[in-house]
């Protein structure tokens, strides 16, 4: 039998303690089952789906195929980083309101996804967008309300910025 281990993560900015481990336990489940984070989801567990998008050391990963004692003195974020219990992000809602958001399912790993493009890109194409998300899959929407909803926070955080004048630069 294995031995058990027990290791720190920095899972959204807060140091957590792993206790009683098998080294060989995906960054998915200790997440899910030793950690309580549910939003980062469990449906293939083979990296094709992207439910389980997180951000190890801002990098896009599926947590399935990250070994989690391999992600010791990294920065993991799950989309529970992305608002507080009381509000959603501008992203969470911009699917709320474009209909986006159907069984839910695959909607934590798209939202990661989305805030991994638009902090690298501001303004992406639909291309740009399709690509970002070509690692995520959707049963439900069809992904046109996904693209208007990306597309839809994307001019939201444009015109925001925009209107500041500290952000005005030439």
Not at 6 to 27: F, I, K, M, P
Not at 102 to 112: D, E
Not at 143 to 162: C, E, G, H, P, T
Request: with cysteine; charged share 20%.
């Amino acid at each position: 039998m294995s031995e058990l281990c027990s290791y720190q993560l920095q899972v959204n900015g807060e140091t957590r303690q792993v206790h009683d481990a098998w080294l060989g336990e995906s960054l998915l489940h200790v997440l899910r089952e030793r950690l309580g984070l549910a939003g980062t989801k469990n449906a293939c567990e083979q990296g094709e789906c992207g439910s389980c998008s997180v951000l190890v050391d801002d990098v896009l990963v599926c947590a399935c195929l990250v070994l989690s004692a391999s992600a010791v003195g990294c920065e993991i974020s799950t989309v529970e980083a992305l608002s507080d219990e009381t509000d959603l992000s501008d992203v969470q809602r911009a699917f709320v309101d474009a209909g986006a958001v159907q069984c839910g399912f695959c909607t934590p790993g798209l939202i990661v996804a989305v805030e991994d493009l638009l902090k690298h890109n501001r303004t992406p194409s639909d291309l740009e967008v399709r690509e970002a998300i070509s690692g995520n899959l959707c049963r439900c929407t069809g992904y046109i309300r996904i693209l208007d909803a990306v597309q839809n926070v994307a001019q939201q955080r444009l015109s925001a910025n925009s209107a500041s004048p500290e952000d005005i630069q030439t």
